[in-house]
């Protein structure tokens, strides 16, 4: 597989610990750093209407996060924690199996039949998934069928938001809700499209007033742990078609079409033929963006900051080029700018 060609190590310290709301700011206060051809500015992310013009889209994720992590106690393992990642059909769910108490590492001596007591249902681990012939150490399974009510009780009783060890204490799920976030989607993400998180009511009203719109996608995303340089799974997603006829107007007219997140890029790009026409389009998504498939149709990225090596850089590469993306991160780490969920955020406006 390719790789970015943005290198850095990530200081110790440069994660957000906690929800920007714990730090005295609101959602829009985090730090934004606007990469342009030309400049690179730092600013709030309240003042994000200010870099954007009239006619140009922003396209939103409106996956909602589910309570995707569960304790439960493996058969020869003992206690684990169990991330449930992505459902794929017929009760078949894609889980990771994780160390106890905090999921603070991933636990790769699983082996296909080992099973899982819960809360609720009995997890039974069915076959390894991931890439073809992926069969030991796999981090990520296949489950047996679970019975859909079972599981949905359970994960609303016992069921909490995924986090990692960089957080500091537990947040409840409303802190991992977007406000696009639309309850009435079939299915949710196991971890939150961070990107669109430091976006308020008031900011969305004064982006809408301005001119700027704001058009739907929906990609329910897996868990984020994935290794470095591994590509993302496939994800469900669907472009609808009022999205697609607004993304193609916005080209026809001259306006920026603007992903918010790489979630929102995966889809819109899946949706986008040869052509570089958005049709309505729904279904799996395994395209991974990179210098051999590079954007169609999104000129301008909204995102959070990525691990070194991690394979979201590959798109952010292809969206912006690897030469401003070098720079952005750059002055990201020389100013501090905090990493993951509940950190700042990056505007890139090739």
């Known amino acids: 597989m390719i790789r970015p060609t943005t290198r850095f190590e990530l200081p110790e310290g440069s994660e ?51 309570a995707a992590a569960i304790d439960g106690v493996h058969e020869r393992l003992g206690p684990v924690v169990v991330h449930l990642s992505t459902e794929l059909s017929d009760g078949v769910w894609v889980v990771e199996v994780r160390t106890a108490p905090d999921a603070a590492a991933r636990i790769r001596t699983c082996v296909a039949g080992d099973r899982i007591r ?29 019975e859909p009510v079972a599981l949905g009780n359970t994960l609303a009783a016992h069921g909490r938001p995924i986090r990692y060890g960089y957080l500091e204490r537990p947040w409840p799920l409303t802190s991992y809700q977007t406000v696009f976030a639309d309850p009435r989607e079939t299915g949710a993400s196991a971890e939150m499209a961070s990107a669109g998180r430091p976006f308020s009511t008031d900011l969305v009203t004064r982006l809408v007033s301005a001119g700027i719109r704001l058009a739907p996608i929906t990609l329910h995303a897996g868990v984020s742990s994935l290794e470095s340089g591994e590509a993302p799974p496939a994800e469900p997603y669907r472009v609808p078609e009022s999205t697609a006829a607004l993304v193609n107007w916005t080209r026809r007219t ?38 051999e498939r590079p954007v169609r149709v999104v ?20 969206v912006a080029g690897a030469e401003l993306v070098r720079r952005a991160y750059e002055q990201a780490l020389k100013s501090k700018y905090l990493w993951h969920e509940f950190g700042d955020s990056c505007l890139f406006l090739p």
């Open 299 to 318: 000129n301008g990225l909204i995102t959070g900051w990525h691990d070194p090596q991690a394979s979201h850089l590959l798109m952010l590469e292809a």
């Open 16 to 66: 957000a610990t906690e929800p920007p709301e714990a730090r005295g700011l609101p959602r829009d206060g985090v730090r934004l750093l606007v990469a342009g051809p030309d400049t690179i500015e730092d600013t709030r992310f309240q003042h994000l209407g200010e870099h954007l013009e009239p006619g140009d889209l922003l396209v939103v994720n409106t996956s909602a996060t589910r």
């Open 118 to 146: 819960t809360a609720g249902p009995e997890l039974t681990l069915a076959a390894p998934y991931g890439p073809h012939g992926q069969r030991k150490g796999s981090r990520l399974w296949r489950t047996e069928p679970l």
């Open 254 to 291: 001259g306006g920026r079409v603007v992903a918010v997140g790489t979630t929102v890029t995966r889809a819109l790009e899946s949706a986008t033929g040869p052509d570089g026409r958005v049709r309505p389009a729904r279904g799996w998504t395994d395209l991974v963006i990179s210098r």
